[in-house]
T-cell receptor, first 114, second 108 residues
Framework: GAVVSQHPSWVICKSGTSVKIECRSL??????MFWYRQFPKQSLMLMAT?????????EQGVEKDKFLINHASLTLSTLTVTSAHPEDSSFYIC??????????FGQGTRLTVV | SQQGEEDPQALSIQEGENATMNCSYK?????LQWYRQNSGRGLVHLIL?????REKHSGRLRVTLDTSKKSSSLLITASRAADTASYFC????????FGQGTELSVKP
């Protein structure tokens, strides 16, 4: 299957700082990328959907100014957690797809805010 | 927002037994997909079943879809210890919305 690379796989940051997570589709062009958040022992919660070259569509309850999503090219999307706080600590997963096909997932990023 | 409900939430079986997981959803869909997640890792796509399909097979996996009941099931036959993982259904209406998941434990 296609490969989606997510980086970093884990990060620890101080409260108040910002963290950027990258999601790349390595061998296909992703018209759409999704960002999810997952708490321990829970399911994936969709945060936002991004299409290349346009603004991300955020799910209800997700703060746009806190979770900045950029989808600058067909192979790269970034999620920036701004002014991170301990409650933002979570597992963040991206996925990428071409319309109508299955989605391929990155390996996830474990964010710990101290 | 969660689209689907899955049951059971947890399932523990012996190697060689079959495992059945169910997924129910609320709205119309383009297709439904099943994924597997090993602890703390990304998701692996297992199978996609389109809204006009009723059953699909892939190796030891069998997926059914009943759009009239808005439900799907995943059957893993002849389970192995390596099948231990969390399994999620996801409904596709342009974006993937995941169910709560079933935590499967296969004991050797």
């Amino acid at each position: 299957g296609a490969v989606v690379s997510q980086h970093p796989s884990w990060v620890i940051c101080k409260s108040g700082t910002s963290v950027k997570i990258e999601c790349r589709s390595l061998d296909f062009q992703a018209t759409t990328m999704f960002w999810y958040r997952q708490f321990p022992k829970q399911s994936l919660m969709l945060m936002a959907t991004s299409n290349e070259g346009s603004k991300a569509t955020y799910e209800q309850g997700v703060e746009k100014d806190k979770f900045l999503i950029n989808h600058a090219s067909l192979t790269l999307s970034t999620l920036t957690v701004t002014s991170a706080h301990p409650e933002d600590s979570s597992f963040y997963i991206c996925s990428a797809r071409t319309e109508g096909t299955e989605a391929f997932f990155g390996q996830g990023t474990r964010l710990t805010v101290v | 927002s969660q689209q689907g409900e899955e049951d059971p939430q947890a399932l523990s079986i012996q190697e060689g037994e079959n495992a059945t997981m169910n997924c129910s959803y609320k709205t119309s869909i383009n297709n439904l997909q099943w994924y597997r997640q090993n602890s703390g890792r990304g998701l692996v796509h297992l199978i996609l079943i389109r809204s006009n399909e009723r059953e699909k097979h892939s190796g030891r996996l069998r997926v059914t879809l009943d759009t009239s009941k808005k439900s799907s099931s995943l059957l893993i036959t002849a389970s192995r210890a390596a099948d231990t993982a969390s399994y999620f259904c996801a409904t596709d209406r342009g974006k993937l919305i995941f169910g709560q998941g079933t935590e499967l434990s296969v004991k050797p």
